[in-house]
């Protein structure tokens, strides 16, 4: 079936401007998950959305960054006011969800962020 | 805070060797351990997922375990070929998130 899938592949946005990203989940999961990977940083948590509970936000690193999910299904992250410290890849990645465990995440492409 | 750590950053190796990823981490009260591969410019694909209860998983010549009380895990690769070069990821799981590592860079050269 199909993966996780996310758009746009590449983004360039000025420095002030907002950007919009997109993530689609696997059908049927429950759980999705934003991270941000940045050269020298690796990957960090982000966000966290299950099922209809209060999303865990704990990861976002400035009141600039939100994220929405509608529908239990397609999720979008927001930059207000982008920097340059911006500039990272944005990955996205779904799972059956929490229980016990855990369950295995699975990624998709990834969203190239350049604040010029 | 959770850490994990991935040695070594970098490992070059002729196509055949068997070789053997390192992965430890700070708290072992995780729910799972989880290994990825990146290439370049993708995302991440799963290798293997190893649940806490769990020692070791299989999956064609890639092994992983996972050693909870020593926070170690290692991800054993046999016959190695070129196109296994890529960046393979160590992360655990303790609350929502994934912790990861920084990554080993495997090189392997025909």
Redesign the interface.
Known sequence: GAG?SQSPSNKVTEKGKDVELRCDPISGHTAL?W?RQSLGQ????LI?F?GNSAP?KS?LPSDRFSAERTGGSVSTLTIQRTQQEDSAVY?C?SSLG?R???Y???????TRLTVT | KQEVTQIPAALSVPEGENLVLNCSFTDSAI??L?W?RQDPG?????LL?I???QREQTSGRLNASLDKSSGRSTLYIAASQPGDSATY?C?V?AG????????TTLSVSS
């Open positions: 996780v998950y991270y690796g990957l960090e948590f966290y299950q865990d990861g990955l990645a929490i016990g465990g855990g295995e995440q699975y990624f998709g492409p990834g | 729910y799972n989880q990825f993708k995302g991440l694909t799963s997922l649940q806490s209860s990821l992360a799981q929502t998130a994934l912790i990861f590592g920084k990554g």
